[in-house]
């Protein structure tokens, strides 16, 4: 009698492949967009908005402070909830129960993440060299010409590798979205397990596939962190627009001196 049966084992895993794109899909939309709420959250803080950053710490508080799990949960019923109450507050008839469970996820997984890496990518635009951000400003740059071309780029450098560590994270957390009806590598290996009364096995295969994704991630964000590090040469345009705020800012000097 084979305890563990090896057959199985390898079906499983070949049986698992087709949803590995839901699961890639569903962590990456939630890790983009994470990372762009994170970024917003970041600046306001650095900015310090009144109004908005209490907001912003408030709902970083509680983001941190809550199980992903209970969020989950939470958004799936709420959302229903709130549609409703804009159909009977505007007359709206928006179908309550029509809202993918794969953007419930993917948003609740995104605030999630962003409360995370909003620390982070607040930490990395303050290491940025003051210098060079002083350096873009005295060449004519705009404070959005600067955040786009200084801060950002340099920020992005410190903060890649944690990141990565987070949609690591993001990867298995997105196993999680089984309990929302989202079917992905955990909610079909559960399917498999109950129908073959396999579940070692089904969740063993799950466990090898999401650790040769985690490999496989490691693995691309080291090409990624070193060619990231190595300096790019400058466009034709950044170039073309470098030399005329160089000049635009010599031409009262020059006319200074000759005055003079």
Not at 113 to 126: M, Q, V
Not at 142 to 162: C, D, E, H, N
Not at 193 to 220: M, N, S
Request: overall charge neutral; charged content about 15%.
């Amino acid at each position: 009698m084979n305890i563990i049966d090896f057959g199985a084992l390898g079906e499983y895993v070949v049986a698992l492949l087709p949803y590995v794109p839901m699961t890639l899909a569903l962590s990456v939309l939630a890790s983009l967009l994470g990372t762009v709420i994170g970024l917003v959250l970041a600046l306001i803080k650095m900015a310090r908005v009144p109004v908005l950053s209490q907001l912003a710490a408030v709902l970083v508080s509680y983001l941190r402070g809550t199980p992903i799990l209970v969020q989950l949960l939470l958004n799936v019923n709420a959302v229903p909830i709130a549609i409703l109450y804009l159909n009977h507050a505007f007359g709206t008839e928006i179908d309550a129960m029509g809202l993918s469970p794969f953007i419930v996820a993917a948003l609740t997984f995104a605030l999630h993440e962003a409360a995370y890496s909003s620390e982070t990518i607040r930490a990395a635009l303050g290491a940025v060299d003051r210098r060079e951000i002083e350096a873009a400003q005295a060449l004519g740059m705009t404070p959005w010409q600067t955040l786009r071309r200084i801060t950002l780029p340099v920020a992005a450098v410190i903060a890649f590798p944690t990141l990565v560590n987070y949609f690591i994270g993001m990867l298995k957390q997105s196993s999680l979205a089984f309990v929302v009806s989202v079917i992905e590598v955990t909610a079909y290996a559960k399917i498999l397990g109950g129908r073959d009364f396999r579940f070692f096995e089904a969740y063993l295969a799950t466990a090898i596939i999401y650790w040769a994704l985690t490999v496989l991630v490691e693995q691309a964000s080291r090409v990624l962190e070193q060619r990231m590090e190595r300096p790019r040469p400058a466009s034709p345009r950044e170039a073309r627009e470098s030399q005329e705020a160089r000049e635009s800012q010599e031409a009262p000097e020059a006319q200074e001196v000759r005055a003079a």
